[in-house]
């Protein structure tokens, strides 16, 4: 089994920057891609950006130019770098793992952002 930590979140202002970090462990050789996700008070969880064992990046429309999803392999850890953020962002940001077939293996157990001034 894969088990996922999230670290990072917190309260910021408009305009500022945090750094999501979520650590991988487990059965990590059968992690493929790996993604954010958010669930912001009363809507479905949507995704964020997800990134490839290579490092290939995918973003929502709603976060491109302002989020940055990396990947640290030897770390087993995946970050997400969120600038200018806005109270639209304001959401619990899960970290999630997906084997080479595509399906979900782990999702972490979220940690909270609130941009507020």
């Known amino acids: 089994q894969v088990q996922l930590v999230e670290s990072g979140g917190g309260l910021v202002q408009p305009g500022g920057s945090l750094r999501l970090s979520c650590a991988a462990s487990?059965?990590?050789?059968?992690?493929?891609?790996m993604g954010w996700y958010r669930r912001a008070p009363g809507k479905q969880r949507e995704l964020v950006a997800t990134?490839?064992?290579?490092?290939?990046?995918n973003y929502a429309d709603s976060v491109k130019g302002r989020f940055t999803i990396s990947r640290d392999n030897a770390k087993n850890t995946v970050y997400l770098q969120m600038n200018s953020l806005k109270p639209e962002d304001t959401a619990v940001y899960y970290c999630?793992?997906?084997?080479?077939?595509?399906?979900?293996?782990?999702w972490g157990q979220g940690t909270q952002v609130i941009v507020s001034s």
């Open positions: 999630n793992a997906q084997n080479i077939f595509g399906a979900s293996i782990s």
């Open positions: 487990g059965t990590i050789f059968s992690i493929d891609d």
């Open positions: 990134i490839t064992r290579g490092g290939s990046t």
